[in-house]
Nanobody, 115 residues
Framework: QVQLVETGGGLGQAGGSLRLSCAASGSFFKMGWYRQAPGKQRELVASITRGGTTNYADSVSGRFTISRDNAKNTVYLQMNSLKPEDTAVYYC????????????WGQGTQVTVSS
């Protein structure tokens, strides 16, 4: 049973910082963070492959940094220069090495940024 356990998040202020962590119970090719704001579709925030290749949404590029510790099967999202529009539920995602294999999602963690 694969589990993704998210920690971090909560309430932050505009211009401030928050950090999210996601620990997986196995090893995955690509791990990342998605977010979903009320009334909006879930969107990719950032992803990182096991080899360290990263991808960011334009809206967070230069403010957020994704990293991972392969030995711990853990991915992090450092969020700086927060904006109220970053408010959303953030979900950890893990994609397998095998093509067509199942991907997994965390339970979600709320991030709220006050102005």
């Amino acid at each position: 049973q694969v589990q993704l356990v998210e920690t971090g998040g909560g309430l932050g202020q505009a211009g401030g910082s928050l950090r999210l962590s996601c620990a997986a119970s196995g090893s995955f090719f690509k791990m990342g963070w998605y977010r979903q704001a009320p009334g909006k579709q879930r969107e990719l925030v950032a992803s990182i492959t096991r080899g360290g290749t990263t991808n960011y949404a334009d809206s967070v590029s230069g403010r957020f940094t994704i990293s991972r510790d392969n030995a711990k099967n853990t991915v992090y999202l450092q969020m700086n220069s927060l904006k109220p529009e970053d408010t959303a539920v953030y979900y950890c995602n893990a994609k397998p090495f095998s093509i067509g294999g199942p991907e997994y999602w965390g339970q979600g963690t709320q991030v709220t940024v006050s102005s």
